[in-house]
């Protein structure tokens, strides 16, 4: 395994070149190239401001030299053996141990480490949040659909997930603003950013008027939260499926009488309709954590409405919720399509080893329902899954270069794109190589997570 | 069923573990935050202290001058004062006060379209920063909006020498930068020199102030510049230049790369500091400004906080205006049209057209010459042809809605430097006909299109910027005119990077482009021969030694009539060779919450942003306090 392990490793150094050459040369052959020219933008520059520029740039960058030697500059850099920098630009003595230096951005004139360990703790949260929660729904509703194959859940669940996945997500993240952070109609969440302004003067956690306040809310927030996850624990499914009808109905309800202040029309019908069924499969799902979080959520939910309704004034609403609440939309925009794509994939590779021998006999000889799915046939169907994992690692960083854009979120992905448009090679560079060495180290981890699943897989 | 126990408690163990990291992150979170606060606090508690420690030094003095018996109260010095700050650029400010809602308090909330990369002055290049460092840096005059005259702002006064080399200016007493230091003309000597300094990342500041030779501090208060030559727009040069505060820059001249790839470091006199002048980063996704609580000028200012967001979706910016949390929008010609029907807006907020004189004119440039030859637009027939063939009107109405003004020349309409007697070229088919026919154009085989005497077909490409919809729109309109007149046009798109180097190497036949403008502006760099050089922006390749005279007379003209009627000159030549086919300027439109009150059009443009600040929220309109 360790000589494996070396090996993948040691084969990571001349894919890693190539990936930073073809960048190179793509972005030096790009239509205008990379010049100190295209580095002036100022149309309104005189010539010699403008000449002082460009030979400003030609000194920090060294762009008036030959391509290769540009690159070889830029390996020499990164890499940490070479020869040292001088500032004048010149090269210096041989040394082991210079470091590496990722190099200074041309657009924003400042290190590219620095600018990247600014942007990544917010890709990083983002991606922290969604991809959990994408991998725990995905399970969740491709198991049931694997199991109900052909039937009523199955169907509608394949239905509604190849909707979802057919939504782009830059029309998802807009509709979103316009329908829930619009005057306009919901007005439920703000139309971007990570933090409202005046949440930064404020308490960590929310604060409340009185102690009386902070009893009353929490007993409504506990109180409902306990109340529907043990409703949806303890109930037969067709009395849960009823419990989502009645909340989901009283949802739509409320949200149209929010909009319109109507006491009834046509919207309050096709909302309640939509809502119930929606809340209906919810709570019919047979998978018990998803059930509860689901419940939890809720609960906490309209435990703070209806606290809110019972006269609790929150004096501060708190970092911590202003946070969550404009993590809300971007979160959901960010993980619909990875959702519905890995939720049938689990389904199919289910499926797959449901029909398959082994779980033939593992029923024949009387294992129960619940072992056969968790301990035979899930275990099986992961190979898949932890392909498609090993994508994660980059994504991670990656970001979403839309939804960042959409949400006003300062994230990697708009880094990237914009360093792209920019064509500014070193953050460019730096970005793939980052990027590059995590897919590398995802397909590595893959590999090992092969073995660690399926003990028919072996590097020895 | 021992199995699934097993499980499930396994389940519970790690879900327990990850509460407990998340609990633990939150925490760290908690601490950390509670720590900027803290920090927050001791920075605003240093600066009280070094106030309270001036305030006792300046009492001491004024204990000691007492006793000494020194102090006389002669001289009525607060009337003086007021009637100077009346003829200052404070005048209008101090009008709005007297307005009887005038309140202070309240946030005005902006929003950017693109992220900043850095505030710090000289090393930002971007519009936004700009609009930012103006509430922030003071220069010594400002212009007056209401008659374009400059006024002073730091400076009491000032004498332009007889041969216009030499201004001094007398600043005022008692100026202050927001960290309580006294400014002097020993800043603005500095300011100077730090922007001469090579080390310092300001190529483009460097050779704006390059025609000064020299600036020295007379003394405490006064201050002269020396220039190289005579140039025409000295006073705006000296005047304009934003004054940085010795204190806090010189460090920076010992360690230049911390200046150059600072982000945040920005302090002056202005009415808005930031809170931190040392440690803003663009990763906090917005800008906040608060009130210089010891500006030194006869006005407050009326906001407590500027603060601009970034928000790059467009239609999220218009949906955070419809909420309410931002109080402008600035909107295109089309969305302005179909946003005044929508009474969510229109009652909330209040519009505005105007033009800003900086914003600039569009025009087509006819590339003269292209790989050392000429080309069939080096003729002025076919110049003033195509230009009688743009009809600028019908653009404007049907593309831009009318919101603009039809261009006749650099010169901007309403600024002295435009001769009222000059209008627009006209839009004539019959006269461009005739006069392509004079260049030796006509259709020869009966096809439609022109030719030439050797019978090549009247063709050629129009470079534009392709992500503006309504240039792609005004292009694919001209081509049509200029079809009906024999002419095939091929519209070609193109990425900004890519015209850049077109422009470099004059590869083009023609362009349309818009260049930004101003109150009195030079056309030496788009016009003059020499600047067809390589890199120029005389780009394409027009040379008119005549006009060259004119415009060297005009620049080196320190009298301003006299320099007026050479530009007249220089403007008669460029409407009758027609190097640009001029467009037209367009207006801004923009809505504003309707609380802010006192908004006017100026010749400026609107007075939203502009400094001292002139507009204001009512008390019972205040929103934030």
Sequence with gaps: MLHYLLRRLLLMVPTLLGITLVVFVVMAAAPGGISAQTLVDGMELEPQSRKALEDYYNKLYGLDQPAPVQYLRWLNNISPIGFERNTDGTLGAFSLWKGSDLGTSFRYGRDVTDLLAERLPITLLLNLISIPLIYALAIGIGVQAARDRGGRFDVSSNIFLLGLWSVPSMLAGVLFIGFFASEQYWRWFPTGGLIRRETAGETFLPLFASFSDVVIAAVCVAGLTLLLMQLLSRLSTTYRQWLGVLIGAGLGYLMALNLYGQWFAGLHVALMLVLAMLMRSLCGLQNMPLRLAIAGSLGLGLGLSIAAQLGVTFLQNGYLLDRIWHLVLPIIALSYGGLAFLAKLTRSSLLENLAADYTRTARAKGVDEESVLWRHVFRNSLLPLITVSATLLPSLLAGSVIIESIFSIDGMGKLAVEAVQTRDRELVLSITLISGLLTLFGYLLADIAYALVDPRVSYD | ?625
């Design chain 2, 1 to 625: 069923m021992k199995n699934g126990q097993s499980g499930i408690s396994r389940l519970g163990f790690w879900v327990a573990i990850s509460l407990v990291v998340i609990l633990l992150l939150l925490l760290m979170v908690q601490i950390d935050r509670q720590w900027t606060r803290m920090d927050d606090m001791r920075r605003i508690m240093n600066e009280q202290s070094k106030d309270i420690r001036s305030s006792r030094t300046l009492l001491r003095e004024i204990e000691k001058a007492l006793r000494s018996g020194q102090l006389t109260t002669g001289k009525p010095l607060a009337s003086d004062n007021e009637v100077d700050a009346k003829a200052d650029g404070f005048a209008r400010a101090l009008e709005a006060m007297e307005e009887p809602d005038f309140a202070q308090g309240d946030w005005l909330r902006l929003a950017f379209a693109s992220g900043l990369k850095t505030l710090t002055p000289l090393v930002s290049a971007d519009a936004y920063s700009a609009d930012v460092q103006n509430y922030v840096l003071e220069s010594m005059l400002v212009r007056n909006p209401d008659t374009l005259k400059w006024q002073g702002l730091l400076a009491d006064d000032w004498q332009t020498s007889a041969d216009g080399q030499t201004i001094t200016f007398t600043l005022k007493r008692g100026i202050t930068f927001s960290d309580g230091e006294p400014m002097t003309a020993k800043d603005v000597e500095f300011t100077f020199d730090f922007i001469m300094n090579e080390a310092i990342a300001a190529p483009r500041a460097r050779a704006y102030l390059s025609r000064i030779a020299s600036v020295k501090a007379l003394d405490e208060y006064t201050v002269e510049f020396v220039f190289s030559e005579p140039y025409f727009n000295s006073l705006q040069l000296a005047g304009s230049l934003e004054i940085l505060p010795e204190h806090f820059y010189s460090r920076y001249l010992e360690n230049p790369q911390i200046f150059n790839e600072s982000r945040g470091l920005l302090m002056g006199s202005g009415p808005y500091r930031l809170a931190d002048p040392e440690n803003w980063t663009p990763d906090f996704g917005a800008v906040e400004l608060i009130r210089n609580h010891r500006y030194w000028g006869p006005v407050n200012p009326s906001f407590d906080r500027i603060i601009w967001r970034i928000i790059e979706n467009d239609s999220a910016r218009l949906t955070t205006f419809r909420n309410g949390d931002i109080d402008v929008y600035n909107a295109l010609p089309r969305e302005f049209e179909n946003l005044l029907e929508d009474e969510a807006i229109t009652d909330r907020s209040q519009y505005f057209e105007y033009m800003s004189p900086t914003a600039g004119y569009s025009f087509i440039a006819w590339n003269q010459s292209r790989d050392g030859e000429e080309t069939r637009f080096a003729d002025k027939r076919v110049r003033q042809a195509m230009s009688l063939l743009t009809d600028v009107d019908r653009v404007l109405e049907e593309i831009f809605l009318g919101y603009g003004q039809p261009a006749a020349s650099p010169f901007m309409v309403g600024s002295d430097q435009h001769d009222p007697a000059i209008t627009p070229m006209p839009y004539d088919v019959s006269k461009a006909k005739a006069l392509l026919d004079e260049a030796g154009y006509a259709d020869r085989n009966g096809d439609g299109i022109l030719e030439s005497a050797d019978g090549k077909p009247f063709e050629f490409e129009l470079t534009f910027f392709q992500d503006s919809d309504d240039t792609r729109r005004m292009v694919l309109f001209l081509r049509d005119l200029y079809a009906r007149a024999g002419i095939v046009m091929k519209p070609k798109p193109t990425e900004w990077s890519v015209m850049v180097e077109d422009l470099l190497d004059k590869d083009f036949d023609a362009i349309t482009l818009a260049w930004t403008s101003g109150i009195e502006i030079d056309i030496f760099q788009m016009f003059h021969s020499s600047q067809t050089v390589e890199g120029g922006d005389n780009f394409i390749n027009y040379q008119n030694p005549e006009l060259d005279k004119v415009i060297e007379a005009a620049r080196a003209e320190v009298d301003e009539e006299k320099r007026m009627e050479l530009w007249h000159e220089a403007e008669r030549i460029l409407v009758q060779d027609q190097p640009y086919t001029f467009l037209f300027r367009r207006n801004t439109m923009a809505f504003i919450d309707e609380r802010i009150k006192n908004l006017e059009k100026t010749d400026l443009g609107l007075n939203l942003m502009s400094v001292p600040v002139e507009v204001y929220v009512p008390a019972e309109l205040q929103l934030h306090r």
